[in-house]
């Protein structure tokens, strides 16, 4: 990364962490226009529509509502309460989308156990409808209390799948403790603003340590003792690894791509052409400024989209 992107890139981070900036952004049209490129709409309705354009596509989704950090006890049981009913409105839409929750929206500032309780009941909605739960992973502050919450709910509910993340030191590490679990994994790079000393400041090293965990987790794929899901724009990483899995005979159900919604639209559906099983996440929800602002850290290019909607 040069430095001039690596600075644009940690004031976009530094930007998302702002309530002021939130608040006067979320309210301009021209912010709730530029916005749309990565959201479909702030309702569930909105999500689910998209969700039914891909399937009709052959490609699978994923539905997250935005917002971090919640503690008081009555917004983590609204949380819990929204994603049981969505689950009830993708089933009556014949929909095959599953959920991804974020762990502080469902109470682990309080405690670990608060959070296996919210997201247990979500978990257990879910596999009553034959359906998958996934868990975010935020930074790494939140990273031995994730884990911890993934273990007791991956215990229980076995279609319950977790996002690591490449950029941390102490993924590979992670990942070995969870194998006894065969874990579901989304591989990411990650997406917070963290210090050097717990993550590669250099994407090249990044990169290097997503492609070894990805090899990793597709030789235990092999013997069913993991099911890795790629969570990545990065099509050489992409080619990769998927190159590797049917060099090792992988079936489309022993792995998978996942992809943002508005993000390399068209090679989503060229691999799900290829026979990859592909799916893509789909946020919505009004608390949309921090995840925004990640997404415009990811690219400092795309900026200039919020730029031009400005003037459009
Ligand atoms: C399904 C999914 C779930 C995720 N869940 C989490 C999570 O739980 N925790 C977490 O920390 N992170 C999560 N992320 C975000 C992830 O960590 C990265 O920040 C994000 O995916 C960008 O990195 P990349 O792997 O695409 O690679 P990069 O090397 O950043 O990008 C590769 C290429 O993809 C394109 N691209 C990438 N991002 C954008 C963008 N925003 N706009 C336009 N083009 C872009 C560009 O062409 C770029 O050159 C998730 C990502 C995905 C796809």
């Known amino acids: 990364m040069n430095l001039n992107v690596s600075i644009a890139r940690n004031a976009l981070l530094r930007a998302s962490k702002s309530q002021w900036l939130a608040s006067q952004m979320t309210q301009r049209a021209f912010a709730r226009r530029a916005v749309k490129r990565f959201m479909p709409g702030e309702s569930l309705g909105d999500a689910l529509g998209a969700a039914s354009t891909l399937e009709k596509g052959g490609i699978g989704s994923l539905v997250t509502r935005l917002g971090e950090t919640l503690t008081g006890e009555s917004n983590t049981d609204e949380v819990r ?18 959920i991804s929750i974020k762990p502080t929206q469902l109470g682990l500032d309080t405690s670990v156990a608060e959070c296996v309780r919210q997201t247990s009941a979500i978990a257990a909605a879910a596999e009553s409808r034959g359906s998958f739960i996934w868990v975010d992973m935020e ?29 941390l030191y102490r993924t590979p590490k992670d990942v070995e403790r969870l194998m006894p679990l065969k874990p579901i994994i989304r591989l990411v790079k990650g997406a917070y603003a963290e210090p050097a000393a717990v993550a590669f400041p250099a994407k090249k090293d990044t990169d290097a340590q997503y492609v070894a965990v990805g090899e990793t987790l597709l030789n235990a794929a092999r013997e069913g003792n993991a099911l890795p899901i790629f969570g990545t724009h990065d099509m050489n990483i992409v080619h990769r690894l998927v190159g590797r899995a049917k060099s090792l005979g992988l079936t489309k159900e022993q792995y998978e791509v996942h992809m943002l919604y508005g993000i390399r639209s068209a090679e989503q559906r060229s691999l799900a052409s290829d026979g990859v099983g592909v799916r893509c996440l789909i946020s919505y929800g009004s608390n949309w400024f921090p995840w925004y602002m990640r997404r415009l850290a990811e690219r400092p290019a795309n900026v200039w989209f919020v730029v031009k909607s400005t003037f459009s």
């Open 81 to 98: 309460d929204h994603y049981i009913s969505a689950l009830g409105e993708i089933q009556r839409k014949g929909l095959s989308t599953v």
């Open 139 to 167: 930074d790494s502050s939140y990273v031995d209390r994730t884990l911890d919450l993934y273990e007791q709910l991956k215990s229980r509910f076995p279609k319950t799948g977790l996002a690591m993340q490449a950029y």
